[in-house]
């Protein structure tokens, strides 16, 4: 299914010309540096394709022969590689003798695929090696850096805008050497018979796989492999399917895609059946926006919102397919960590729903105001431990995922989490109570519990014990910063953890000191003290212990009662 779908997404782009995605037996590659030669072989000028500033330097993209598959063994790609096996050159392979069997590779390839090919450009890419004009590089501006990081290099005949490799001889000469002879088995995507492709192109772009690329589909051990089989025998899909879905996979990690998202230490790809607005809505509205576009999240999000409260997702959106697909690393492998299956609107309703149960009062004004949509990473990333990336828990960004996807609850470990959090921080911040909120409100709408649903903002008819003693404790806090203004620590730096948890052992003692807190304002002292009285009522005693549940409700009292504080303190001013 898999497969299957990024086959025919592949299909769809290749009949967009502005889509950029190769053809059969191409791909598209950066290709830093181009050697210009004239019709006698000679070299004019290497030519630095990138654009940008120090490390946002981007080499333009080409559309070049199929790179071939390699770890340690040596195999050259057609009319283009990196320098050593291009020009021989010795940059990080010091044997000599290895380094002359990559150069002798990568000759031995054109002629191989394009012997009997004549064009302009391939004679003069053979007199400049039948006239030694390696060595002549050297006199040009950018031979130091190519002596020095090894880059990707191709050629391009003089007064040519396309490399060597796209002319149209070449072209046909490149796809008639790669013409399947006669076919090989039934292939398990296309369904059609023809030659199986026995080692599948390389994946690249997953974060955290080798640099090399991994693959989703391979054999290398004899406990994968059935009744002999050698490698892609073992799934037999054909060489044109095989091209279609790695170039398809490709095309969706490419470094500028809009369609993908990493979380933690899983990246995620999306397309639909057909073109759609949701491609790009998703990942924009799930991920962290760019600095040169801070507004792009919000602007994906309130987009959603406007098509579906103004029906713009029609009858075809309703049954359109829509694939969300998530990968991590797994040694040379990849990892298939979530695989979701839904349709255009249907996902999007269910991700308006999840921005729906995030949203909690928040502070809108001042110099830092609180964003409006918060990212999944943002999320991560406020309950682990230290408020560090690296620490956000491992499988729980695919698990989160898969719950909004699938508009289920949320994993447990996201509540424990973010209660554990708070306790630590002894603060309560917006994306802690944003997904405390949420958290809650979707397992009492799952468990079908008789639990009230935590609101938005403030709700005095609350009577959940521990959203009563969240809201008493953020009481008792505020009369003890009024009657000590300028107080470096509050009582929550020193009891909010046994408060939340274990109320029994910590209220009494902040009752009893609550009586040494003086208000100078008699009114305000009134006012706070007829609120404290109004939460206290019906309170008997006083919980031995609150279960996560109630912890998190706890949190969401507390933050709840400072922002209706905050929020009359800017009122009043």
Partial sequence: MILHSLYEYYLRKSTDPESGIAPPGFEVKEIPFIVLLDKDGRPVNIEDTREGEGKQRRA?????????????NIAANLLWDNAEYVLGTSIKTKKLERLNEMHRAFLSRIEDALGKIQDDGLEAIRKFYKNDQVKNLSVFDSWKEIAETNPNISFRYLDDVELICQRKNILTGILESEAPSMAGGRCLISGNMEPIERLHSAIKGVSGAQSTGANIVS????????????????????????FAYTTGLNHLLRRDSRQKL?????????????????????PDSFGESPKDDPDRQSKAVRSLYRSIESGAFGPNDRSTRFYVLGLSPNAARLAVRFWHVSTVAELAIRIKAHFDDLQIIRRTEGKNPDPEFLSIFRILVNIAVQGKAENIIHNLSGDFAKSILGGTAYPKTLLSAAVRRIRASKEVSYPQAAIIKACLNRQVRYLKSDEKELAIVLDESNMNIGYRLGRMFAVLERTQEEANPGLNATIRDRYYGAASSTPITVFPILLRLKVHHKLENRGRAVNLEKLFGEIMEGIKDFPNHLEMGDQGRFAIGYYHQRQDFFKKTQKEG
Avoid: C, M
């Fill in 60 to 72: 333009k993209k080409y559309r070049v022969p199929q790179s071939v598959k390699r770890a340690v």
């Fill in 219 to 242: 054999f290398n051990l004899d406990a994968f492999r059935s009744f002999h089989k050698e490698q892609g025998d073992n799934a037999p899909i054909g060489k044109k399917a095989a």
């Fill in 262 to 282: 990493l979380v933690g230490d899983t990246t995620t790809v999306f397309w639909a059946e057909k073109p759609t607005a949701l491609e790009t809505q998703i």
